[in-house]
């Protein structure tokens, strides 16, 4: 069995490869988190739109928190692929995001729209890298 | 008559309500949020087959008067055997890990908790309900519970329905490009989420817990294709939940709590609430039905007394195998893996097993020493063959395309 799924990733690789079918280490992180990004902006708004109970909203920043921890590693790494200017801009962007995860405003007292900006500019630019 | 009609009915319910688990919710809602309906055929598909696997088992049970497991050590020895359960226990141990870290993101997504947290407490809840609740209690208690996914079609009617846009996706899949492995894969992991094995030691078991005889097979057949096939409508509402409402947000469903937000949008609180109650329903079934499932058929194998309905000391090692089992995945899931992702890896490695597993029905089902005149026609046999292709396929490519995409 071991050796049939040796082979079939062998050709899964190259077909796959051929074609551009997988995105490359980069391209994916830059996905995942422009996805993550999405879905902690959207959590932001549905919660101060009342569509989210404050407990609810709370556990899911804890979990994008997880999803999001240590990017920066992959961001600056050799294979990455972009330049260091890129890197450079997506770093910035990604610690002022992250720092918004993890201190999100979940009260009527700070400004969540603000904070909403930053998270949908972070997912754009990331969503943009992932494709590039 | 009515007694027997009554039965009927709570198995239907109880298929339905049971139908969902950890690995259902995590590749519906992502495969909803990256292609759309493009994965619609594959659940369709995986639904078809589970309705004919189940009611094979059951019909096995049921005329043989024995267990899948206690038949595979028979026909096949206890060589086989072993290679049967050594694949088990690797998928079902992980499958049994995402199920505790789903009703544990479940209760934290309620409270506010850390899900981390939450973990044992979980895990002695569930430690609790196998060692002192009833078999019907476990069977039907969570399942109607689970029923609460229903409330899924009514996210997807207040969204407005299904847009036309949407609707060509189902026959031409939006795949972006270098999306085409990720969907090559999740093709296999609903595969393997639908198909668990687990499902088929768990009902067969059941059967016997439930003294099935011949004349329950008009029981098994309806539970099978009734429950079955309506139990897949919550993965079919996740999958449209998901296209409808994340994927315009570019939300791509990579941690659970995401999927509530399909809710949330058209039903507001009450529906994040929703599919927090119907996360933990079914997550909570699934892993009383993985603990269960693996340690009868660890039990059976090995000739050991079981039944959930015997007290521990007339079950002692079944009793300490349920521990056991509990233990290790609650040791698996404090390594804190998201559970989603968890979930996912889970369906690729039960893919991975499904021909060890499925493979001894193809004669088991064939020989006329257990079913007499019961056993399998031949329409049902090609039918079986087609589910066992389809099985190699998924096990050879779900290992090599879960590291080419990434996991999804």
Not at chain 1, 51 to 71: D, H, I, N, R
Not at chain 2, 134 to 153: H, K, R, Y
Request: proline fraction near 3%; include cysteine.
């Amino acid at each position: 069995m071991l050796r049939v799924a040796a082979y079939a990733l062998l050709v899964l690789s190259t077909a796959l490869a051929g074609c551009q079918m997988t995105q490359s280490p980069f391209a994916r992180m830059a996905t995942n988190a422009g996805a993550a990004l999405a879905a902690a902006s959207t959590t932001i708004s549905y919660f101060h739109e009342g569509k989210l109970p404050g407990a609810y909203a709370a556990s899911s920043f804890a979990s994008y928190q997880s999803e999001l921890a240590g990017l920066d590693q992959q961001i600056t790494a050799t294979g990455s692929g972009i330049s260091a200017q890129d890197a450079d801009g997506l770093l910035a962007i990604y610690r002022r995001a992250l720092a918004v995860v993890e201190h999100p405003c979940l009260q009527s007292s700070c400004d969540w729209r603000a904070q909403r900006a930053l998270l949908d500019q972070a997912s754009r630019t990331f969503l943009r890298a992932g494709r590039q | 008559m009515k007694k027997q009609w009554l039965s009927i009915a709570l198995g239907i319910v109880t298929a339905i309500g049971g139908f969902l688990d950890v690995g259902t919710i995590a590749t519906s809602g992502e495969a909803g949020a990256k292609f759309g309906l493009g994965l619609v055929w594959v659940i369709l598909l995986a639904t078809v087959a589970i309705i004919l696997l189940v009611s094979m088992i059951g019909r096995f049970t049921a005329v043989s008067k024995k267990t899948y497991a206690a038949a595979i050590r028979e026909h096949f020895g206890f060589r086989f055997y072993l290679l049967t359960l050594g694949s088990e226990c690797i998928a079902e141990v992980l499958l049994l890990a995402a199920e505790l870290g789903g009703v544990a993101i479940a209760l934290s997504l309620i409270t506010g908790i850390s899900w981390h947290l939450l973990l044992p407490v979980v895990a002695l809840l569930v430690w609790v309900l196998i060692w002192r609740a009833p078999f019907d209690l476990i069977e039907n208690g969570t399942a109607l519970l689970g029923l609460v996914m229903l409330s899924f079609i009514v996210g997807i009617v207040v969204s407005g329905g299904i847009p036309r846009s949407l609707i060509p996706t189902l026959w031409h899949p939006q795949i972006q490009p270098g999306d085409a492995a990720s969907y090559l894969y999740l093709i296999a992991a609903i595969f393997g989420a639908t198909i668990s094995p687990y499902l088929l030691y768990f009902y067969s078991s059941g059967a016997r817990e439930e003294h099935w005889s011949r004349r329950s097979l008009l029981l098994n057949r309806i539970t099978a294709v009734v429950g079955m096939g309506f139990g897949s409508v919550g993965s079919l509402a996740l999958i449209i939940l998901g296209a409808i409402n994340l994927q315009p947000l570019h939300i791509q469903s990579t941690t659970l709590g995401e999927l509530g937000l399909a809710m949330a949008q058209p039903l507001g609180q009450i529906g994040a609430l929703l599919f927090a109650v119907t996360l933990f329903a079914t997550c909570l079934g699934a892993a009383l039905e993985v603990v269960l499932g693996l340690s009868y058929n660890i039990a059976q194998g090995f000739g050991w007394e079981w039944g959930e309905d015997k007290l521990p000391a007339e079950a002692p090692r079944f009793n300490v195998t349920l521990l056991i089992v509990l233990v290790l995945s609650t040791l698996l899931s404090l390594t804190g893996v998201d559970p989603l992702q968890m979930a996912l890896f889970a369906s690729t490695i039960i893919a991975l097993f499904l021909p060890i597993s499925l493979s001894p029905l193809l004669i088991i089902m064939n020989d006329k020493g257990y079913l007499k005149e019961e056993t399998n026609g031949r329409a049902i046999n090609i039918a079986l063959l087609f589910v066992l292709l389809l099985a190699f396929a998924a096990a050879v490519v779900s290992l090599p395309l879960l590291f080419l995409s990434g996991g999804g």
